[in-house]
């Protein structure tokens, strides 16, 4: 799996080599075996979202169309919010992968909790949407 | 009702500092300035004010414990050169916020041993944004 950059929407400032720059984007590399204790309940959560939603889906044709669709980032959180998992301690996970050292600002600067402070609740929304549609989902699903 | 300013975060590089109390302080880095006068006659004069561009230095100084992480810190930060980044945070609400940029430590830093020894950092800067 390749690293993805996630571009920012929101401003976003932070320090490298002695400047005070913006960012414009934010760079998600895979998770590793160091960073199992803060996926693994994502992709429980996850999935536990979508045997929920699929639960309560009365549609037949809705829920075939639903597993032809590419499900974007966007989805993803809307489906962890329908869920009924704890919202709070999976946003509480979601800050401790990104504080692992697997997201980078502009490639070079590992996010720190100074840092995560400032970013914005829609860039980090995004920020986990992209990781799940990029690393979680496809590992959840069998590396499709 | 003022409240008075004395509860700052630090953060350097990105990484909050714990540092010793009351021991913070900082210089905006506004520089010096002097004013003489000149004559202009019949017992008047003007001023003139000028600034001395070559003193504006900012400057951030503070102590912290000594323990191993935070010698670890002090020799990062010297070792880093002016490639260090300050920040100084008010509490919430306050809106006190300043950047310093390019910061060095100019001297050489000294870590005291004793039971409650601390570390003496200060920073020479950018002035603060």
Same mark, same amino acid.
């Given at each position: 799996m390749d690293p993805v950059r996630y571009h920012l929407k929101n401003s976003l400032k932070y320090a490298v080599k002695g400047d005070h720059l913006s960012a414009e984007f934010v760079e998600m590399r895979p998770p590793t075996y160091r960073q199992i204790d803060k996926v693994a309940p994502l992709k429980q959560a996850l999935m536990s979202a979508i045997l929920d939603v699929r639960d309560n889906k009365t549609d037949d044709d809705g829920a075939k169309k639903g597993n032809e669709e590419k499900i974007d980032g966007a989805t993803y959180i809307l489906l962890l919010y329908q869920g009924k998992g704890d919202i709070a301690r999976i946003m509480s996970n979601a800050r401790n992968l990104i504080l692992s050292g697997v997201f980078l600002v502009d490639g070079e600067t590992s996010i720190t909790q100074p840092i995560l402070d400032d970013i914005s609740v829609d860039d980090f929304e995004g920020l986990l949407g992209e990781y799940i549609v990029n690393f979680l989902a496809p590992s959840l699903m069998g590396g499709r | 009702m003022a409240t008075q300013l004395n509860d700052v975060m630090i953060i350097i590089n990105n990484l909050p500092v714990a540092y010793t109390a009351n021991s913070l302080s900082w210089k905006d880095g506004l520089g010096e300035s002097s004013v003489r006068n000149a004559v202009i006659g019949g017992q008047k004069t003007e001023q003139v004010f000028s600034q001395d561009? +070559?003193?504006?230095f900012g400057m951030v100084k503070f102590s912290m414990p000594s323990t191993i992480e935070n010698e670890g810190k002090k020799r990062t930060w010297k070792l880093n050169k002016n490639n260090n980044v300050v920040q100084l945070i008010g509490p919430p609400g306050s809106g006190f916020a300043k950047v310093f940029t390019q910061? +060095?430590?100019l001297g050489d830093p000294e870590t005291s041993a004793a039971t409650d020894g601390n570390i003496e950092i200060e920073f020479n800067t950018n002035p603060a944004q």
């Open positions: - | 561009l +070559s003193t504006k910061a +060095s430590i």
